[in-house]
């Protein structure tokens, strides 16, 4: 089962670069999810997708923009990328039917702007 | 908004032993969800317990049980006969009723031989 998967696993960008991280499921899940994890800091909500066609800001949504392709795909996009940027970046996905409220996780991004 | 306060930022327990993490958040809703995350050095999430605000009982997981108190908004995860395979960090997070998740900020578990 691949559950979620992100690419690329690693990314090393310069200040003002932009590029896109890119997040499929395939569970059918409803709800795709952004998520940046810093140290000290927990995992903080950048973006959400409810259902295929929409997208809401989470936390930290400033730099950041997304795109719900369709019901498998969601992606991350940094139009200009900056070093407070460096971040490990999850994409997680749920379904929320009764009795399975889980978010299901991909491996992270790690990305670095130097 | 809500928050999530994980107050230990590291812990650390004998193999074999029990360790209770803790948990705290902030909530003005009545219906909720909470969870502990676990995430090892590989950096995959992974769910180990989950709780539903209206159940009093207790949820259990093989080695790993909680200890949820509503009335002080207090969801603290036991791990029994810790095993060197727990060495991670755990995440506790509460969903609101807008299905939003909110984590803490992770207490870092070490097992020791």
């Known amino acids: 089962n691949a559950g979620v998967t992100q690419t690329p696993k690693f990314q090393v960008l310069k200040t003002g670069q932009s590029m896109t991280l890119q997040c499929a499921q395939d569970?059918?899940?409803?709800?795709m999810y952004w998520y940046r994890q810093d140290p000290g800091m927990g995992l903080r909500l950048i973006y959400y997708?409810?259902?295929?066609?929409?997208?809401d800001k989470g936390e930290v949504p400033n730099g950041y923009n997304v795109s719900r392709l369709n019901k498998r795909e969601f992606s991350l996009r940094l139009e200009s990328a900056a070093p407070s940027q460096t971040s490990v970046y999850f994409c997680?996905?749920?379904?929320?039917?009764?009795?399975?409220?889980?978010?299901?996780f991909g491996q992270g991004t790690r990305l670095t702007v130097v | 908004a809500q928050t999530v306060t994980q107050s230990q930022p590291e812990m650390s327990v004998q193999e074999a032993e029990t360790v209770t993490l803790s948990c705290t958040y902030d909530?003005?809703?009545?219906?909720?969800?909470l969870f502990w995350y676990k995430q090892p050095p590989s950096r995959q999430m992974i769910l180990v317990i989950r709780?539903?605000?209206?159940?009093?009982q207790n949820a259990t997981e093989n080695r790993f049980s909680v200890n949820f108190q509503k009335a002080a908004k207090s969801f603290s995860l036991k791990i029994s006969d810790s095993q060197l395979g727990d060495t991670a960090m755990y995440f506790c997070?509460?969903?609101?009723?807008?299905?939003?998740?909110?984590f803490g900020t992770g207490t870092s578990l070490t097992v020791i031989p």
């Open positions: 997680a996905s749920r379904d929320l039917g009764q009795g399975v409220r889980e978010a299901f």
């Open positions: 569970m059918n899940h409803n709800s």
């Open positions: 997708s409810a259902s295929e066609g929409t997208t």
């Open positions: 909530t003005s809703e009545n219906n909720y969800y």
């Open positions: 709780q539903e605000a209206y159940k009093q």
């Open positions: 997070a509460f969903e609101d009723t807008g299905n939003q998740f909110y």
